[in-house]
């Protein structure tokens, strides 16, 4: 079964602190990407990443940035998080071609 | 610029019977369709998926049906039980190398009625 696992189910981060969201998966997936779900507004891409320490932006990048040291982990950072970026982060992983398998998600609430 | 467009927010159907979730997409160069199940506070999970070279595909209690003149695409869940009262996102990609973003709707919530 492919795992793919977040660091956190819930979190509560300060206006203007540095956030990190961590993803780990077990498959050997080239493929990892960055969602987040807000309400009325379905699933929309932050980052996804295709190999190793490569990178592209997705619909909505602004506020985040991402890293792709090793090829089973992609974190997610929010530079300075704001309330704007309170929402439900999903980590997807894929084979090239593939369906995309997620983590459990991570709440995130900024006050 | 919503591509792929999930019209009813929300959908009631009584157990036993089939239930029809519909979707839309505005981007002609879609060519993979999948549609993914998500209970609250869990990761959506995939569920059956399409080519556009077939406009039927078939899974158990699930099948998707593909209308690329109308750029449309339905989910049909028969017979419908209680354990698929969820949220149901179709998602939709151009197969292409080094291009695996998919374009989520926003999703429909089922509920299913016993």
């Known amino acids: 079964d492919v795992k793919v696992t977040q660091s956190s189910r819930y979190l509560v981060k300060r206006t203007g602190e540095k956030v990190f969201l961590e993803c780990v998966q077990d498959?050997?997936?080239?493929?990892m990407f960055w969602y987040r779900q807000d309400p009325g507004l379905g699933l929309r891409l932050i980052y996804f990443?295709?190999?190793?320490?490569?990178?592209e932006k997705g619909d909505i990048p602004e506020g985040y940035s991402v890293s792709r040291e090793k090829k089973e982990r992609f974190s997610l950072i929010l530079e300075s998080a704001s309330t704007n970026q309170t929402s439900m982060y999903l980590c997807?992983?894929?084979?090239?071609?593939?369906?995309?398998?997620f983590g459990q998600g991570t709440r995130l609430t900024v006050v | 610029d919503q591509q792929v467009k999930q019209n009813s927010p929300s959908l009631s159907v009584q157990e036993g019977r089939i239930s029809i979730l519909n979707c839309d997409y505005t981007?002609?160069?879609?060519?993979?369709f999948l549609w993914y199940k998500k209970y609250p506070a869990e990761g959506p999970t995939f569920l059956i998926s399409?080519?556009?070279?077939?406009d039927k595909n078939e899974d158990g209690r699930f099948t998707v049906f593909l209308n690329k003149s109308a750029k449309h695409l339905s989910l049909h869940i028969v017979p419908s039980q209680p354990g698929d009262s969820a949220v149901y996102f179709c998602?939709?990609?151009?197969?292409?190398?080094?291009?695996?973003?998919?374009?989520f709707g926003t999703g429909t919530r089922l509920t299913i009625i016993p």
């Open positions: 997807a992983s894929s084979l090239e071609f593939g369906e995309a398998f």
């Open positions: 498959m050997d997936h080239e493929n």
């Open positions: 990443s295709y190999d190793v320490k490569m990178k």
């Open positions: 981007n002609s160069m879609f060519d993979y």
């Open positions: 399409i080519s556009s070279i077939k």
């Open positions: 998602a939709a990609k151009v197969v292409r190398v080094g291009n695996e973003k998919l374009t």
